[in-house]
């Protein structure tokens, strides 16, 4: 089973509506991040996350909301998408071991806003 | 001006070449220095670590650290298809308040290796 996984994979909704994507993780991180990628843009951090009370905003955090329910799940919400949200959205956890820090990235979820 | 460049591609070469991907960075703090590797339709997987300026290496690939260009370089030698791939730059430093900060990515090149 993936350690990293994200519900749905593919979903396309309509401007105006709220849409949740999740994230769940097995590998017992305390810390959580989600991103969207853009073509000719790469990934750019939406919120992250470094433990069940912390949660802080990332570049892009317009439009976006987040809750952190436990340790393994971190979700993001969109409360009213609108159509230049339109991209790949990547959840990721990382842990620290001898000072070097490793993202583990979901599968993605491909979102389309009509 | 974006904290890491990154030029895009695409980079097409054939099979067996020596490929140079590159990212240049503005943030003279950055200690750590990553490259992910994309497949098509799947997310980014580490592929190699360096702490400070010098060289790595690992099998066919080499990370290259000068911080004193605040330049990377990732060499991969003799290229296969499997290599294929998006190729993504990440760098951070130790944030305020925390063990550690948060990654700084590329914008990715996007290489294709031809038999």
């Known amino acids: 089973d993936a350690d990293v996984t994200q519900t749905p994979r593919n979903r396309i909704t309509k401007t105006g509506k709220r849409i949740m994507l999740e994230c769940s993780q097995t590998k017992g991180h305390d810390r959580m991040y989600w991103y969207r990628q853009d073509p000719g843009l790469g990934l750019r951090l939406i919120y992250y996350s470094f433990d069940v009370k912390d949660i802080n905003k990332g570049e892009i955090s317009d439009g976006y909301s987040v809750s952190r329910q436990a340790q393994a799940k971190f979700s993001l919400s969109l409360e009213s998408a609108i159509p230049n949200q339109t991209a790949l959205y990547f959840c990721?956890?990382?842990?620290?071991?001898?000072?070097?820090?490793?993202?583990?990235f979901g599968p993605g979820t491909r979102l389309l806003v009509l | 001006q974006k904290e890491v460049e990154q030029d895009p591609g695409p980079l097409s070469v054939p099979e067996g070449a020596i490929v140079s991907l590159n990212c240049t960075y503005s943030?003279?703090?950055?200690?750590?220095f990553m490259w992910y590797r994309q497949y098509s339709r799947k997310g980014p997987e580490l592929l190699m670590y360096?702490?400070?300026?010098g060289n790595k290496e690992d099998g066919r690939f080499t990370a290259q650290v000068d911080k004193s260009s605040k330049y990377i370089s990732l060499f991969i030698r003799d290229s296969q298809p499997s290599d294929s791939a998006t190729y993504l730059c990440?760098?951070?430093?130790?944030?305020?308040?925390?063990?550690?900060?948060?990654?700084?990515f590329g914008r990715g090149t996007q290489l294709t290796v031809w038999p």
């Open positions: 990721a956890t990382s842990d620290t071991h001898r000072g070097q820090e490793t993202q583990y």
């Open positions: 360096t702490y400070s300026s």
């Open positions: 943030n003279s703090a950055f200690q750590y």
């Open positions: 990440a760098m951070f430093t130790v944030g305020r308040g925390s063990t550690l900060g948060r990654l700084y």
